[in-house]
């Protein structure tokens, strides 16, 4: 008696299959076997464009889908930090081999200061002259768009200085000292 044998069956694309089984009298079998194939692609999502605001050096991007993450900076995780402008690309790989890939904006925030010097003004004419010296210690208050305060004092030379600031409308208020006289009233 002889017995032959070919199992498993190798399939190696999505279709319909006649299986025939013939057992050790002869007799035979047939069935239908419908073999799917998972082609559905992962979706990848890098998130919104996003911009690096002023005073700060970085962001994290964080890419969402099923499956792993490749960058266009080589890194292969999710979540990844950049320091510079561009257009950062993640493509995902779902287990069944499909991608699909997304991009993000980075852009880097105009920032801009705010500064001047305060001076003792002698005769009140609101031009530095000659023999005008900055005063230190003097407390200078700037008000942002959104009202609210910062305060800094101005430094040995009489200046001072707000920066890492973005665009807006802004009032500085320069406050008096105690020990400056009434009739010697600081300027900017």
């Known amino acids: 008696m002889e017995t032959k044998q070919q199992l498993p069956p ?6 319909v299959y006649l299986v025939t089984v013939t057992g050790a009298s002869g007799c035979t079998a047939q069935t239908l076997v419908v073999v ?11 998130g ?8 700060s050096t970085s962001t994290v991007l964080t890419a969402t889908g099923v499956g792993t ?4 900076t080589t890194e292969i995780t999710a ?3 950049v320091t510079t402008a561009g257009t950062y ?5 779902a287990a069944n081999g499909c991608t699909d890939t997304d991009e993000v904006v980075v852009t880097v925030a105009v920032c ?5 010097y305060v001076w003792n003004d002698l005769n009140g004419d609101g031009v530095q002259d000659a023999g005008e010296t900055g005063i230190s210690g003097v407390t200078v208050t700037l ?4 009202g609210t305060t910062a305060t800094t004092t101005t430094d040995a030379n009489g200046d001072y200085s707000f920066d890492n600031l973005p665009g807006g409308n802004y009032t500085v208020t320069v406050g008096k000292r105690w020990s400056i006289p009434a009739h010697q009233l600081p300027s900017t």
């Open 48 to 55: 919104n464009d996003v911009q690096i605001p002023c005073g």
């Open 143 to 146: 008000t942002y768009p959104d």
């Open 10 to 15: 190798t399939v190696d694309a999505p279709g």
């Open 89 to 93: 690309t993640v493509t995902v790989t």
């Open 36 to 46: 799917s194939e998972n082609i559905t692609p992962p979706t990848a999502n890098a």
């Open 112 to 116: 801009g200061s705010i500064g001047d």
């Open 79 to 81: 979540a990844i930090n």
């Open 69 to 72: 993450y490749a960058w266009s």
